[in-house]
């Protein structure tokens, strides 16, 4: 049974340069406790994609079901409800820059109706979770990206999710930071068994972290499989150019160094 | 001209008078622009629930309000201050037109400030679960806390402005000292002192409002 399904996404943005379909007809499932990429160049639709799983962008069309619950017809309150136990990572970490990482992590409690003194509680464990505890006084000024990501994180966390969502959550990062970040997504799926939607551009993020993958293009996934066999057999135009991309750059680095 | 301990005396309670009038109009000015910047901000198309009709109307109430001169409408409230204190000169008289004036213009300063919240904090409270209430209140209002104490400042020093200017009909304050003697009575002096008081005044008023707002920025590493 799947744990997540999006059946026939369909969404089209009107802008005053005309329209721009940004999801043309995707579907696609995620089984409990996966790890699941999406990829694909910028401009795909990958970002509208993921903000449909928890209707911050509502689709014109297609249903997103979440164990077997249909996201798209619950009412304002019911979804507020749902979105609490659907976690999202982004790519600029979107912390609140006037709170502290400490009351940054209590945030999603507060939305829970937890009290302040149990949240801060609970953040500091949370924040133990990704190795920051001695940050939790500081403010997200001071920190630099991949702390930033793990205060995301933990924020995350503290909302108790069964799915996490990452939209490009190691695009501003560099190399090394990248990889301990996915580590610590890896460490948290499997701890906790905790389903996740990974957006991206980079191969080495489906290649580190996911179990299956799609590949999107102009608004439609034109590949998707385990993703041992999606990247040593590409079918698709679209994840051959992937591939590529990864060679070149995997050149360019034996060269460089 | 003679600075007696009368003129002194004077001067001092212009200045309470003055600093009476201003805070209580900021005040009350606040209770109504703070609403009217949120729903400003709120039913924007790029609010957290647009609402286009009801911008409108806020819109150009908004406008009509900021756009008549405050003389004018010291003047045209001449009745409704009556009614609401029972006299149309003084001190608590011209708090009336005070907040009248004051409230679309820090409704529009409110407006900007919480627009300039990053869209990006906005949508992490929202995938969240947060209701509108919660965002206004944690997100939009704690993240914009330096610019609103920056625009409570400006405010200060705008209403302190249209204050001196209700001395002309008898408003209260240093404004009707200035007018009073330097206009009516040509003591020149007297005047140029309370004008220099005006300024000291609104200097401190600035000067106190931009250290508090570095002070509690912690957007400063
Ligand atoms: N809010 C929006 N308004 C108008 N066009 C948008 C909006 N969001 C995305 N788009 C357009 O939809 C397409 C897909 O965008 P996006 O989902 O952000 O792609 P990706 O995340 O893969 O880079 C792009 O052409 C983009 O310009
Ligand atoms: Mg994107």
Known sequence: ?257 | MQIDSQIVGLLLEGIRDTLYMVLVSTILGYALGLPLGIMLAVSDKNGIRPRPALYRILDIITNILRSIPFLILLILLIPVTRALVGKSYGSTATIVPLTIAAAPFIGRMVESSLKEVDQGVIEAAQSMGASDGTIVWKVLLGEARISLIVGVTISLGTILGYSAMAGVVGGGGLGDIAIRYGYYRWETGIMLITVAIIVVLVQILQWIGMRIAKKLDRRIP
């Open chain 1, 1 to 257: 049974m799947a744990f997540l399904e999006a059946e026939q996404l369909f969404k089209t943005f009107h802008t005053a340069n005309g329209d721009v379909e940004a999801l043309k007809g995707v579907s696609f499932s995620v089984k409990k406790g996966q790890i699941y990429g999406v990829i694909g160049l910028s401009g795909a639709g990958k970002s509208t994609l993921v903000r449909c799983i928890n209707l911050l962008e509502r689709p014109d069309k297609g249903r997103i079901l979440l164990e077997d619950h249909d996201m798209t017809a619950l009412t304002d309150a019911e979804l507020r409800k749902e979105r609490q136990s659907i976690g999202m990572i982004f790519q600029h970490f979107n912390l609140l820059m006037q709170r502290n990482v400490l009351d940054n992590v209590c945030l999603p409690m507060e939305i829970a109706g937890i009290s302040k003194k149990d949240a801060r509680k609970k953040a500091l464990e949370y924040l133990e979770a990704v190795g920051l505890a001695n940050k939790a006084h500081a403010f997200p000024v001071q920190l630099s990206g991949g702390q930033k990501q793990r205060v995301a994180i933990a924020r995350v966390l503290a909302g108790k999710p069964k799915l996490i969502l990452c939209d490009e959550a190691t695009s501003a990062l560099d190399p090394e930071t990248t990889g301990t970040i996915l580590h610590l997504l890896q460490e948290i799926n499997k701890k906790h068994q905790i389903t996740m939607v990974v957006i991206t551009h980079e191969m080495r993020v489906i290649e580190e972290l996911c179990d299956e993958v799609a590949v999107l293009e102009s608004g439609r996934i034109v590949e998707s499989g385990l993703v041992s066999k999606v990247f040593n057999d590409p079918q698709s135009e679209a994840a051959k150019r992937l591939l590529l991309v990864r060679q070149t750059q995997d050149i360019l680095k034996g060269t460089g160094e």
